[in-house]
């Protein structure tokens, strides 16, 4: 998964240096270094409930176009919606909302990237039942909107 990230992010800069592109890529690289620090909390001394944060990134993964809260994903972890969330942050550095967000509009980036989907069929696909809310959603991370982005020369 390292890799896969740190490639991800050299293919995104690769097509380019502009701005939409060096946030992307910015955003992998939070990705990819928030997750080195979580396998690195691995080799520490753990308690049971860090070895289920691992299945909840392959879960959020997963389920980036489904509606997921942090009741669902604490549950899955086996641990109170406040306790999870603690612990989710410690190992990130950010919100389980806030990361699957980040996910979300990575994911964003690569359809609008390489297909020719419409913004709502994106939308839907990455999780959101409205377009006008993924475009908000979508601007507040990344500065541009979907068209924006779309249309930016990437490489």
């Known amino acids: ?6 490639r ?4 995104a800069l690769l097509r380019g240096h502009t701005t939409p592109i060096l946030r992307y890529a910015a955003d992998c690289l939070a990705h990819l270094l928030s997750f080195m620090v979580y396998r690195r909390s691995l080799s520490l001394p753990r308690r049971a409930s860090d070895l289920h944060l691992e299945r909840i990134f392959e879960h959020m993964q997963a389920g980036l176009d489904r509606r997921l809260s942090v ?6 972890a086996g641990m109170s919606p ?3 969330t603690r612990r989710f942050r410690s190992k990130t550095g950010f919100s389980p909302m806030e990361y699957l967000i980040r996910l979300r509009v990575q994911k964003a980036c690569e359809y609008l990237d390489t297909t020719n989907r419409s913004i709502g069929e994106i939308a839907g696909q990455v999780g959101y039942d409205d377009p006008y809310y993924f ?3 979508f601007r507040k991370t ?6 924006e982005y779309r249309k930016e020369p990437k490489g």
Not at 1 to 6: I, P, R
Not at 71 to 76: N, T, V
Not at 142 to 147: D, E, F, I, K, V
């Open 1 to 6: 998964a390292v890799m896969d990230l740190f």
């Open 8 to 11: 991800e992010m050299r293919r």
């Open 71 to 76: 009741e669902d994903l604490a549950a899955e």
């Open 82 to 84: 406040s306790h999870f």
């Open 135 to 137: 475009s908000r959603v």
């Open 142 to 147: 990344t500065g541009l909107a979907p068209r």
